[in-house]
């Protein structure tokens, strides 16, 4: 692809991306204001305000993941910019789908859209398929993408050095895969198996609303696939972003760049195999499920994080450790997202093992580690790709000004958000309640001072965004 | 004269299928026992045999209630109905601490105080406290919030009706239903359920579920692997295959 399309494409990606990412933190902040009743909302309006983040903020970072990749993709393989722009072209429609069936339509079933609620409707009739063909739309769109990469990538290496199988016996193979390659394989592996995932979902849930009665699912069937789709494309996503700092991180530190050794790539390729497995903790409360699968789910969680987050840290660790190190906001970004990957990571295996997640259960614990592992994470991933690319692709080399305030902001605004879930989820106050009943006061109390942390944290991300887009807008209208 | 003999066979044609018809009418009718659940039965006011007047939300608010549904020259299931749930109550009462009451309400408008009063001595439930019986005013109302809808037959001179359970909590809301005539066990799980206490259950094969994971069978009570589990694995082969084949493209165009 040639620079200059792929560089435009790609800070379209950045500023839509950050738009809808505004956005989706004012729904979250309206929602965390209104359980702290510091505003007051209709639950149908919390519940579609909550479908609407949920399915936007997964769709962002995911395709923040992919644009990233797709960009340092092209240092190793040629990719295709159709299949980038068809991809965006999917996304744009996908997302006005998807808010006009919540927005508008009132569609409310939370991001998981949990059979049987899509058709139990109580919002617009027309809701509830546009909702469902908006995923529809995503899923192809993001298929295509995948597909495409998954086959530049395929012309280049053999499966086994793609996957650096060539490095488990010998310490300097003839062929050494890099670790973008690898760990971006992995992901799209993942990728294409929860895409592929959703498809057979969307399948089965139109059979039964076309049907008119006479095609009914089986919810225990629907429940796991529909967590094989959402829990794997919410970890992929994050594995994407890892992949870009694999690449960057040295690289933007002056360091050489990182290697792939047999540990790396056996961390890896447990992660490809056991992350889909571990959505099954995801029914550890669903009785009909075998034991042997819940005992799955428990040690895949443990098998697909710990292994490759283990070896990312020391990896990090290995660049920064009594090592002089040009220190940007780029690596910055990256490394505190690191920081949040690995905390949000324990809180997750935590609510993963089945002692635990009998107490954590849907209380605020769950999104707590997931947004810790997103917000100041995945985002933090991208977001340091994304100041890294404006710089870059605009040659704007002088250094960044207030970048510790901006940082500072980010961190307290997040860190304090996040606590306020973390000491609601300890406390056992259940997740998805539009308002709180009499008895939980804390709950309230901690709401509100989410709330407001996550209106610090929005000021963060817009000190960002105002310069970023700045630039990337720059991009996009340059002539030559 | 074309539209004379029209009409004529016209209305031969109906009054011979009338009782298809109603037949299919009836079928047709919600007699499922998942129909209704998570509604609020409808609050009708309520004449006990000891003379109170109340109503069903009211009565429910005291303590959670199983409400039977019968009338008093019931020559069919009726009176297996309550002998049987009489003695399955006796059984659950000595090794169940949950609250209820029994509340068995006449659906026929001819059925009086006085012939409940007899009801209740025939099956003698006078001084059972755990059993209300009762007449209501608004029975089509009442019948029709909790799905039940019993045919007139001319010729017996008795409703066509199922024999049915309904577990009220104590918000008035219908939690459970059992149509038929159920085991103690079953009765219990009804208790509990109206207590707002958990049980699991296995919902029962239908026509309609092609894919389930997993079948149970009521009679065994085994749960044996269905073939939705093989679109839990469907994601995994389907990647191997587009990889296998994308290398393989991949291969051929370099």
């Given at each position: 692809m040639?620079?200059?399309?792929?560089?435009?494409?790609?800070?379209?990606?950045?500023?839509?991306?950050?738009?809808?990412?505004?956005?989706s933190?004012?729904?979250?902040?309206?929602m965390?204001?209104?359980?702290g009743?510091?505003?007051?909302?209709q639950?149908?309006?919390?519940?579609a305000?909550m479908?609407?983040?949920?399915?936007?903020?997964?769709?962002?970072?995911?395709v923040?993941?992919?644009?990233?990749?797709?960009?340092?993709m092209?240092?190793?393989?040629?990719?295709?910019?159709?299949?980038n722009?068809?991809?965006?072209?999917?996304?744009?429609?996908?997302?006005?789908?998807l808010?006009?069936?919540?927005?508008?339509?009132?569609?409310h079933?939370?991001?998981?859209?949990?059979?049987?609620?899509p058709?139990?409707?109580?919002w617009?009739?027309?809701?509830?398929p546009?909702?469902?063909?908006?995923?529809?739309?995503?899923?192809?769109?993001?298929?295509?993408w995948?597909?495409?990469?998954?086959?530049?990538?395929l012309k280049?290496?053999?499966?086994?050095?793609?996957l650096a199988?060539?490095h488990?016996?010998?310490?300097d193979?003839?062929?050494?895969?890099?670790?973008?390659?690898?760990?971006?394989?992995i992901s799209?592996?993942?990728?294409?198996?929860?895409?592929?995932?959703?498809?057979?979902?969307?399948?089965?849930?139109?059979?039964e609303?076309?049907?008119?009665?006479?095609?009914?699912?089986d919810a225990?069937?629907?429940?796991?696939?529909?967590?094989?789709?959402g829990?794997?494309?919410?970890?992929?996503?994050?594995?994407?972003?890892?992949?870009?700092?694999?690449?960057?991180?040295?690289?933007?530190?002056g360091?050489?760049?990182?290697?792939?050794?047999?540990?790396?790539?056996l961390?890896?390729?447990l992660?490809?195999?056991f992350?889909?497995?571990?959505?099954?903790?995801?029914?550890?409360?669903?009785f009909?499920?075998?034991?042997?699968?819940?005992?799955?789910?428990?040690?895949?969680?443990y098998l697909?994080?710990?292994?490759?987050?283990?070896?990312?840290v020391?990896?990090?660790?290995?660049?920064?450790f009594?090592?002089?190190?040009?220190?940007?906001?780029?690596?910055?970004?990256?490394?505190?997202?690191?920081?949040g990957w690995?905390?949000?990571?324990?809180?997750?295996?935590?609510?993963?093992?089945?002692?635990?997640?009998?107490?954590l259960?849907?209380?605020?614990?769950?999104?707590a580690h997931?947004?810790?592992y997103?917000?100041?994470?995945n985002?933090?991933?991208?977001?340091?790709?994304?100041?890294?690319?404006?710089?870059?692709a605009?040659n704007?080399?002088?250094?960044?000004?207030?970048?510790?305030?901006?940082?500072a902001?980010l961190?307290?605004?997040?860190?304090?958000?996040?606590?306020?879930?973390?000491?609601?989820?300890?406390?056992?106050?259940?997740r998805?309640?539009?308002?709180?009943?009499?008895?939980?006061?804390?709950?309230k109390?901690?709401?509100?001072?989410?709330?407001?942390?996550a209106?610090v944290?929005?000021?963060?991300?817009?000190?960002?965004?105002v310069?970023?887009?700045k630039?990337?807008?720059?991009?996009?209208?340059q002539?030559? | 004269?074309?539209k004379?003999?029209?009409?004529?066979?016209?209305?031969?044609l109906?009054?011979s299928n009338?009782?298809?018809?109603?037949?299919?009418?009836?079928?047709?009718?919600?007699?499922?026992?998942e129909?209704?659940?998570?509604?609020?039965?409808?609050?009708?006011?309520?004449?006990?045999?000891?003379?109170?007047?109340t109503?069903?939300?009211?009565?429910?608010?005291?303590?959670?209630l199983?409400?039977?549904?019968?009338?008093?020259?019931?020559?069919?299931?009726?009176?297996?109905?309550l002998?049987?749930?009489?003695?399955?109550?006796?059984?659950?009462?000595?090794?169940?601490?949950?609250?209820f009451?029994?509340?068995?309400?006449?659906?026929?408008p001819?059925?009086?105080?006085?012939?409940?009063?007899n009801?209740?001595?025939?099956?003698?439930?006078l001084?059972?406290?755990n059993?209300?019986?009762?007449?209501?005013?608004?029975i089509?109302?009442?019948?029709?919030?909790?799905?039940?809808?019993?045919?007139?037959?001319?010729r017996?001179?008795?409703y066509?009706?199922d024999?049915?359970?309904?577990?009220?909590?104590?918000?008035?809301?219908?939690?459970?239903?059992?149509?038929?005539?159920r085991?103690?066990?079953?009765?219990?799980?009804?208790?509990s359920?109206?207590?707002n206490?958990y049980?699991p259950?296995y919902?029962?094969?239908?026509?309609?579920?092609?894919?389930?994971?997993?079948?149970?069978?009521?009679?065994t009570?085994?749960?044996t692997?269905?073939?939705?589990?093989?679109f839990?694995?469907?994601?995994?082969?389907?990647?191997?295959?587009?990889?296998a084949?994308?290398?393989?493209?991949?291969?051929?165009?370099?």
């Amino acid at each position: 692809m040639e620079t200059k399309k792929l560089n435009k494409i790609t800070a379209l990606w950045i500023v839509a991306i950050l738009v809808l990412f505004i956005l989706s933190i004012i729904l979250g902040i309206i929602m965390r204001l209104n359980q702290g009743e510091l505003i007051k909302i209709q639950p149908p309006t919390f519940y579609a305000d909550m479908t609407t983040h949920g399915v936007t903020m997964i769709g962002i970072w995911f395709v923040a993941g992919m644009a990233a990749v797709n960009y340092f993709m092209e240092r190793y393989v040629k990719t295709s910019y159709t299949a980038n722009m068809f991809a965006m072209v999917m996304t744009v429609i996908g997302v006005v789908m998807l808010w006009l069936s919540t927005l508008v339509g009132n569609f409310h079933a939370g991001w998981t859209f949990l059979y049987p609620l899509p058709f139990k409707i109580m919002w617009s009739t027309w809701a509830t398929p546009l909702f469902l063909w908006s995923i529809g739309v995503f899923g192809i769109g993001w298929f295509v993408w995948t597909i495409s990469l998954m086959a530049a990538m395929l012309k280049k290496y053999s499966m086994s050095q793609v996957l650096a199988w060539q490095h488990f016996g010998k310490k300097d193979p003839e062929v050494s895969t890099p670790p973008f390659v690898l760990i971006s394989m992995i992901s799209l592996i993942g990728v294409l198996t929860c895409l592929i995932a959703a498809v057979i979902l969307l399948i089965l849930l139109f059979a039964e609303y076309y049907s008119g009665g006479t095609f009914k699912n089986d919810a225990l069937l629907i429940k796991n696939l529909t967590y094989f789709f959402g829990h794997t494309i919410a970890n992929e996503m994050l594995y994407l972003g890892l992949a870009v700092i694999y690449e960057l991180f040295p690289e933007v530190s002056g360091r050489p760049k990182l290697k792939t050794t047999w540990y790396v790539a056996l961390a890896w390729n447990l992660t490809l195999f056991f992350v889909l497995a571990a959505f099954f903790h995801h029914l550890y409360m669903d009785f009909v499920q075998p034991e042997g699968l819940q005992i799955i789910g428990q040690l895949a969680s443990y098998l697909a994080s710990l292994p490759s987050s283990g070896v990312t840290v020391f990896s990090i660790i290995v660049v920064v450790f009594r090592n002089k190190i040009n220190w940007s906001l780029t690596n910055s970004l990256f490394f505190i997202g690191i920081v949040g990957w690995v905390v949000g990571g324990v809180g997750a295996v935590i609510d993963a093992t089945i002692s635990n997640n009998f107490i954590l259960h849907n209380t605020l614990w769950v999104p707590a580690h997931f947004h810790t592992y997103n917000a100041m994470g995945n985002v933090l991933f991208s977001l340091g790709f994304f100041h890294w690319f404006s710089k870059y692709a605009t040659n704007h080399s002088l250094p960044d000004k207030y970048s510790f305030v901006k940082l500072a902001i980010l961190i307290i605004g997040g860190v304090g958000f996040l606590l306020a879930f973390y000491i609601a989820g300890a406390d056992s106050v259940p997740r998805r309640y539009s308002t709180y009943p009499k008895g939980l006061e804390s709950a309230k109390t901690l709401a509100a001072v989410g709330g407001v942390f996550a209106i610090v944290y929005l000021t963060g991300i817009l000190s960002f965004f105002v310069n970023i887009s700045k630039r990337c807008l720059n991009v996009l209208f340059q002539r030559s | 004269m074309f539209k004379r003999t029209f009409s004529t066979l016209l209305i031969i044609l109906l009054i011979s299928n009338y009782n298809s018809i109603a037949n299919n009418l009836y079928d047709k009718q919600d007699w499922r026992e998942e129909e209704g659940i998570y509604t609020r039965i409808y609050d009708a006011k309520i004449k006990l045999i000891s003379g109170e007047q109340t109503s069903i939300h009211q009565l429910a608010a005291k303590k959670p209630l199983i409400v039977a549904l019968v009338f008093t020259r019931c020559a069919g299931v009726c009176n297996p109905l309550l002998l049987q749930l009489k003695e399955n109550i006796q059984i659950i009462l000595r090794k169940n601490q949950y609250k209820f009451s029994v509340l068995v309400l006449s659906f026929d408008p001819l059925d009086s105080l006085k012939d409940m009063q007899n009801l209740a001595y025939r099956f003698n439930l006078l001084n059972e406290p755990n059993w209300e019986l009762a007449v209501v005013d608004s029975i089509s109302s009442m019948t029709k919030s909790v799905n039940f809808f019993p045919v007139w037959d001319m010729r017996k001179k008795q409703y066509d009706h199922d024999a049915l359970l309904v577990g009220v909590n104590t918000q008035g809301y219908i939690t459970k239903k059992l149509i038929g005539l159920r085991s103690a066990d079953e009765i219990s799980l009804l208790i509990s359920d109206i207590n707002n206490v958990y049980r699991p259950s296995y919902r029962l094969p239908t026509p309609a579920n092609m894919f389930t994971c997993f079948n149970y069978d009521p009679k065994t009570g085994k749960n044996t692997p269905g073939w939705g589990l093989a679109f839990i694995a469907l994601p995994a082969l389907l990647t191997v295959g587009i990889l296998a084949f994308l290398r393989l493209r991949g291969k051929y165009h370099s």
